[in-house]
């Protein structure tokens, strides 16, 4: 367990922080508590809740990923990834059925670092993340039209073609106040960081529209026209759990741990490459986990890694947790003193800085050039991509997932089947020109797995008619799953009843215990287990001399002709 979960902020303590970087953290951290202000409202009302939740997420998961974390500089809280997921688990569950799938989803994180996963996650292919990151971007992008225009409808179209439709048919009803103020909240956001790269344009944005709107009493819509007062407490409560339904939140429970794990375990990497260091990924993963097992018992939402304030942080001199903890300890503060006063942020402009992170996450110079790169890339993108925007994001991801894999063990078996001609057509040809024709040759260039097994089995089945004695290289043979194992047992047992003799060459202990447990073994004899190709051409060799093996042989055949 020590070696699996060994939070960085320990650590780093053992280690001693110095009294300069403790100031770089402490003010990296203020720096990163303004700019995850506006965001976490926006996320939190774009999800469907209240502000304050988007604030309490920031604050209580924010500070248990940074206190409990495997990253020097990670910070956690809502991200936009999320908006899709919880947004449509609220439509359908409710409040509290949020509640419980985070939770679930909190504990399956804590599920895959204990298994050491962790690895494994930051392998998920790249078409997979920008097709369903890309999706994700469009579908922000099309929930925030409607406060854009400054429609006054309490709700839309689920549905993201009819979605559109109903923007369009709605445009006579349009609020120029709020697409001015929209626009400007653009401008303000992205342009900002001319004037000063250390505070945030969106907060900057959201300061001077809410004074305008407040000063000039402008007729658009505002966080206290659909929520009423702000909460500037924290609060613990139980969520009622029904048991008996529980199982119906393993799906939405599944999709929010996937995709925290994929994108806090990106930002760590990302993070990584900025300061030249490492983060341990199942620390970090375990640590998520626990932050979405607390944070839902607050009133908080899913979180994770974030990449924008990771390198906000990073940018700002912080290097240790302690940004991280500054961070949450700071919005609190915000929060208790200064919360009352977010009711007056209108909703055009919480749209605005949605647009701008919707335009960030798209990743559009990037889903260009996958669709540049090969068919099986672009098709996992589309796919995925497609699924995300008109269908479910859960559904993606799974469906994402499942192609993945499948188009991977497809270019695994595409690989090992090339690598089996060059070897066979060269190698044999160069070495083994004056071997006699009744010797065989098949080298398994390759792990033996079942998206090569029939493949492999094919092959050695041809080859082994046309001789007497068939040697089977497997030097190269990393493992041996279930399936590769009985095709190959199969194969040989048809090939041992036309009389034909095998022998392994090169086979590691490892692949020759796999082939043991499943039975391959008993058909063939230990003398026919060679070590290396010399030995094993030797021995066939000799047997080659023994006239039995060539009358047996000759019977098979004669017996299989008369069938």
């Known amino acids: 367990m020590n070696n699996i979960f060994k939070p960085k902020f320990f650590t780093l303590l053992k280690a001693g922080i110095s009294a300069r970087q403790f100031a770089n953290d402490a003010m990296a951290g203020v720096v990163v508590g303004i700019v995850a202000l506006p965001l976490a409202i926006a996320f939190a009302v774009a999800s469907g809740v209240s502000p304050e939740k988007g604030i309490i997420t920031a604050i209580v998961a924010g500070f248990i990923i940074s206190f409990l974390g495997g990253s020097r500089v990670q910070i956690g809280g809502p991200t936009g990834a999320f908006i899709v997921i919880v947004f449509g688990i609220i439509e359908q569950y409710g409040f509290d059925g949020l509640v419980i799938s985070t939770i679930l989803a909190g504990f399956i994180l804590i599920g895959?670092?204990?298994?050491?996963?962790?690895?494994?996650l930051k392998y998920f292919p790249q078409p997979l993340i920008v097709g369903f990151t890309s999706g994700i971007a469009l579908v922000i992008f099309s929930t925030q039209i409607k406060d854009a225009l400054g429609l006054s409808v309490s709700s839309v179209p689920a549905d993201f073609i009819d979605k559109w439709l109903f923007y369009f048919s709605s445009l006579n009803d349009v609020n120029y106040y709020a697409i001015i103020l929209t626009l400007v909240t653009i401008l303000i956001s992205v342009n900002f960081k001319r004037i000063s790269s250390k505070i945030p344009g969106s907060f900057v944005?959201?300061?001077c529209m809410t004074l305008l709107v407040a000063i000039l009493d402008l007729p658009v819509a505002t966080i206290e026209t659909f929520f009423?007062?702000?909460p500037?407490?924290?609060?613990?409560?139980?969520p009622e759990v029904d048991l008996a339904?529980?199982?119906m939140y393993f799906a939405p429970a599944l999709t929010i741990a996937l995709l925290g794990g994929i994108e806090s375990l990106l930002s760590a990497v990302v993070a990584d490459g900025m300061i030249g260091g490492k983060h341990r990924s199942n620390t970090e993963l375990i640590a998520q986990g626990i932050a979405n097992v607390v944070t839902p018992f607050f009133g908080g939402i899913p979180a994770t890694g974030a990449i924008a304030r990771t390198a906000t942080n990073i940018k700002n001199g912080g290097r240790t947790p302690l940004a991280g903890i500054v961070h949450a300890v700071s919005l609190l503060l915000i929060m208790l003193f200064l919360g009352t006063w977010a009711k007056l942020i209108p909703m055009a402009c919480l749209a605005g800085i949605l647009i701008v992170v919707a335009y960030n996450m798209s990743e559009w110079r990037s889903f260009v050039a996958v669709l540049k790169g090969s068919v099986f890339d672009s098709v996992i993108l589309l796919i995925t991509f497609?699924?995300?925007?008109?269908?479910d994001l859960t559904i993606a991801i799974e469906i994402g997932v499942v192609l993945s894999a499948v188009l991977f063990m497809k270019r695994m078996a595409d690989i090992s089947d090339k690598r089996i001609d060059n070897v066979v057509d060269t190698d044999v040809v160069e070495d083994y020109s004056e071997?006699?024709?009744s010797i065989g040759v098949y080298e398994i260039s390759g792990p033996l797995f079942f998206a090569s097994a029939r493949t492999y089995s094919e092959r050695i089945k041809e080859l082994g008619g046309d001789c007497k004695v068939l040697i089977i290289r497997m030097r190269h043979v990393s493992f041996v799953d279930q399936t590769g194992a009985h095709n190959l047992k199969g194969t040989l047992s048809i090939l041992r009843q036309y009389g034909v003799q095998i022998i392994l060459s090169g086979v590691n202990s490892s692949v020759q215990k796999d082939l043991e447990l499943n039975g391959v073994m008993k058909i063939i004899d230990s003398e026919c287990i060679c070590n290396s190709f010399d030995n094993a051409l030797q021995y066939a060799k000799s047997?080659?001399?023994d006239g039995s093996l060539e009358e047996v042989h000759s019977d098979m055949l004669a017996c299989d002709t008369l069938k």
């Open 205 to 207: 944005a959201i300061i």
């Open 232 to 238: 500037t407490a924290i609060n613990l409560s139980i």
């Open 386 to 391: 497609g699924l995300t925007v008109f269908v």
């Open 435 to 437: 071997m006699p024709e």
């Open 543 to 545: 047997l080659l001399q």
């Open 112 to 120: 895959f670092g204990l298994l050491r996963l962790g690895g494994l």
């Open 228 to 230: 009423g007062e702000i």
């Open 245 to 247: 339904n529980i199982h």
